[in-house]
């Protein structure tokens, strides 16, 4: 499968971006898709992950309640709604899919597939 990440921009802090995540290749119904981050110097961290049918979200601490992840399966594509941006939340952003695992993982390495990220930038 291939992943196109897309939407990343530079914003001010309190602004609002929604990233897209395009797949082609297999069936993007079937697997559980996620978000990722990597900020300049860190390590890679998980954003949010929603399940195959979009039945069930789960988010990381700090973005919950500012960020919202959606699939719209029909076209191929994830979201996620980054709202009340913060200068923090400056990284390249990451989409990927679980091709294994039915449950919600938290964790890169057990995600199969990766898109080629897109860079969003918070100013203050």
């Known amino acids: 499968v291939q992943l196109q990440a897309s939407g990343g921009g530079l914003v001010q802090a309190g602004g609002s971006l929604r990233l897209s995540c395009a797949a082609s290749?297999?069936?993007?119904?079937?697997?559980?898709m996620g978000w990722f981050r990597q900020a300049p110097g860190k390590e890679r961290e998980f954003v949010a992950a929603?399940?195959?049918?979009?039945?069930?979200?789960r988010y990381a601490d700090s973005v919950k309640g500012r960020f919202t992840i959606s699939r719209d399966n029909a076209k191929n594509t994830g979201y996620l709604q980054m709202n009340t941006l913060k200068p923090e939340d400056t990284a390249v952003y990451y989409c990927?899919?679980?091709?294994?695992?039915?449950?919600?993982?938290?964790?890169?390495?057990?995600?199969?597939?990766w898109g080629q990220g897109t860079l969003v930038t918070v100013s203050t």
């Open positions: 990927a899919i679980d091709i294994n695992r039915a449950y919600l993982s938290g964790l890169d390495g057990e995600y199969d597939a």
């Open positions: 290749g297999r069936t993007f119904s079937n697997y559980v």
């Open positions: 929603i399940h195959r049918r979009g039945v069930d979200t």
